[in-house]
């Protein structure tokens, strides 16, 4: 068996007074910037103020969106970088920010190569909820997408020799007189420091773990549990602010509809299980939905049911198919019986109903025709052998759509559209890209995509 890969970040004390360019964050979007850019021959460095690498990218499961992909022809998918820019933008309520889409659904199939040829490859692909055709790439094993890409981007980083430090909080950003990025200034080891450098990215992630900047922006969400790691508060958004860096969509908030959280700690239970086939139900045992609608139709009618939830209910052939489902298990949050009656009892449904309800899908399923809810994708596999599962879950905060204003060459913006020199965002931080309502498994491609064209972009800005 493998050797389990582990990073250690550098030691704080090899921390330089110089450098071309500071990457802040060390999540999937901070990580492709700085490899990047160190293909290009610049010389970054990666700060984390967290112990932990990765911020929410970790986090993410169903895996990457991009259209007109290689691996859909291997899996005889026939899609179009159209299809995957008009999905998106419906899905986004036509609020999305365009030329920042179009530069999106562009360059996803690029970003998809990219991997591949860092040896990072997706070669499976599922389905989420908005979208039409399976775009969404994952690796063959069928691991969680997010920690796996982080992993295998740790170990360019390791191969690069890029210095990243974690335990490093950015305080501030400087310019010169020019108006120009100069530096920045840190906490490292408790210990304040300057640090002089020609460029800075900002891939720190969102706010969803923010109470008070939730509150500020979304008050009807106080009160909700996260899905968020703990370092995504929204640091990078006020570095930017206060340099007079414009903030768009702040109060466009995802709310994802299956989060486990009747644990201390909030699951979220990604969206290739009902991508694979998985249907959600009410205490009664009906459904009540269709399943893969946009996050936001699915989350207001779980809200709506005031039942504290809802029940994603499957079987045997769609748990093979989400490997994420053994750790859900390995953690307590699963109810398996070999029979639906029985778990339906462990679970106080309705048992005579949930009969009933799963016996319709199979039918709607065999048929390719939901008449019930209209639903059309994820239909592949029905729910007719055991163990059947059933997890308990409930909409929770999961993604800020709001965050720093940019162009498509991921340089910061101030209110009047012109360029704070020097300063470039990508991942998470990024606002109007999404527009009300992020689709599944584009934020893991909005990391890689925009990720690369920073640190390309950069290495324009210095040369």
């Known amino acids: 068996m493998a050797e389990k890969f582990k990073f250690a970040p550098n030691d704080v004390s090899e921390l330089q007074d110089n450098y071309d360019l500071v990457v802040i964050g060390s999540g999937a979007a901070g990580l492709t910037s700085a490899i990047q850019a160190k293909e290009l021959g610049l010389n970054p460095i990666i700060l984390e103020k967290m112990d932990k690498l990765g911020g929410n990218s970790t986090r993410a499961s169903s895996g990457m969106n991009a259209a007109e992909t290689l691996v859909q022809l291997k899996h005889h998918v026939v899609d179009s970088f159209g299809d995957f820019y008009n ?33 990072i490859h997706l070669d499976d692909i599922t389905i989420t909820g908005g979208m039409s055709k399976m775009r969404t790439h994952r690796p063959a094993s069928m691991a969680p997408i997010g920690a796996f890409l982080v992993t295998e981007l740790l170990k360019q980083v390791k191969s690069l020799e890029i210095p990243l430090f974690a335990g490093v909080k950015v305080n501030e950003l400087l310019q010169d007189s020019e108006g120009k990025i100069s ?83 909030a699951y979220l239970i990604g969206e290739a299980v009902r991508g694979e086939g998985a249907i959600l139900v009410n205490k009664a045992g009906q459904r009540f939905v269709n399943e893969l609608d946009t996050r936001k139709t699915v989350s207001n ?37 070999d029979t639906l009656e029985a778990v339906a009892k462990d679970t106080g449904l309705d ?13 709607a399923v065999a048929n390719h025709n939901d008449e019930a809810l209209g639903r059309t994708t994820g239909m592949d596999r029905s729910i007719d052998s055991g ?5 308990h879950i409930a909409p929770a905060v999961h993604y800020t759509m709001g965050g720093v204003d940019i162009n498509t060459d991921t340089e910061v913006l101030k209110d009047d559209k012109s360029v704070i020199d020097g300063l470039y965002a990508c991942g998470e931080i990024v606002g109007g890209l999404h527009g009300n309502n992020r689709i599944g498994g584009n934020s893991i491609a909005e990391t890689i995509i925009f990720g690369r064209q920073s640190g390309q972009q950069v290495y324009n800005y210095l040369h």
């Open 87 to 119: 999905e998106t933008y419906v899905g986004g309520g036509k609020q999305n920010n365009t030329e920042l889409l179009r530069y999106f659904t562009d360059h996803a199939a690029l970003s998809i190569d990219w991997l591949a040829d860092h040896g």
């Open 183 to 265: 530096g920045l200034k840190v906490t490292a080891d408790g210990n304040p420091k300057t640090i002089t450098a020609k460029a800075i990215i900002l891939a720190t992630g969102g706010f969803g773990a923010n109470q008070q900047m939730l509150a500020k922006y979304r008050p009807d969400l106080k009160g909700y549990k996260t899905t968020n790691q703990p370092g995504a508060t929204g640091d990078g958004i006020e570095l930017a602010e206060h340099l007079g860096g414009n903030v768009v969509d702040m109060d466009q908030v995802q709310v994802h509809p299956t989060v486990q959280q009747d644990t201390p700690h």
């Open 301 to 337: 009618a779980i809200d709506e049911l005031n039942e504290g939830g809802a029940y994603l209910v499957f079987g045997k052939a769609i748990r093979d198919r989400v490997k994420a489902v053994e750790f859900y298990d390995s953690v307590g949050l699963v109810t398996t019986g």
């Open 351 to 363: 048992s005579d109903t949930l009969l009933q309800t799963v016996s319709t899908w199979n039918k």
């Open 387 to 391: 163990p059947f599962n059933i997890i």
